[in-house]
């Protein structure tokens, strides 16, 4: 087989590694964050806005570039989140 792309297979396998340890790791400190709130009588997370985007969205109008879809804008098609 191709040694070239043998070496794109495992940088490709070597990133899903590191994103999926990545998410595993949000995941806990999400949780945590659950948790914490729920023993100090914290209020739950804030909805989406009125936009039905997230909050982290509420910039994307300022923040996108000339092409409706472009792929670094992820709030573009998203809702809640």
Excluded at 7 to 23: K, P, Q, T
Excluded at 41 to 48: G, K, T
């Amino acid at each position: 087989m191709d040694e070239t792309l043998n070496r794109y297979r495992e940088s490709i396998d070597n990133i899903d590694a590191a994103l999926v340890f990545m998410l595993a790791e949000r995941f806990k400190v999400t949780q945590a964050v659950g948790e914490y709130k729920a023993t100090h009588d914290l209020p739950p997370p804030i909805p989406a806005g009125r936009n039905g985007r997230s909050p982290a969205c509420a910039n994307w109008r300022s923040t996108r570039s000339s092409t409706p879809t472009s792929p670094k804008n992820s709030c573009a098609s998203s809702s809640t989140k």
